[in-house]
């Protein structure tokens, strides 16, 4: 888990991309629980009603779930789900400015791969 939060974003929020990362990244697998509301809101000294609203985001998302009296457990499908989610995310955030600025400057497809792999491989 992140160990401080930041003024960047609302602080449920931050909750919540914590979590998802650590689904993303395999630290929290399907079928696992997640931090309770205790837990996160002592770790962060933070109100546990925020941390609720973080939590209660990824359960209206599908990606966790409650059982009663037990605790929020990680839903079967979500890390897929968050990827297939991060993948068109990346492809409109990064992609797309970068081939629209490439065919700007007259770079080729081609050209785009090749500068990419270079400044992957340096």
Not at 53 to 62: C, H, I
Not at 98 to 110: D, N, P, T
Request: overall charge neutral.
């Amino acid at each position: 888990m992140k160990t401080t939060l930041d003024e960047s974003q609302p602080i449920f929020q931050q909750i919540a991309q914590m979590i998802m990362d650590e689904i993303v990244e395999g630290q929290l697998k399907e079928g696992e629980q997640v931090p309770s509301e205790n837990e996160l809101s002592r770790f962060y000294n933070i109100n546990r009603a925020t941390v609720r609203k973080g939590l209660q985001e990824l359960a209206d998302k599908g990606i966790i779930y409650k059982q009663r009296g037990i605790g929020m457990f990680v839903e079967n499908g979500a890390k897929l789900q968050l990827l297939k989610e991060r993948q068109k995310q990346y492809r409109e955030e990064y992609i797309m400015p970068l081939l629209e600025e490439a065919k700007k400057i007259g770079l080729s497809v081609q050209q785009v791969i090749q500068l990419i792999v270079r400044v992957y491989n340096s």
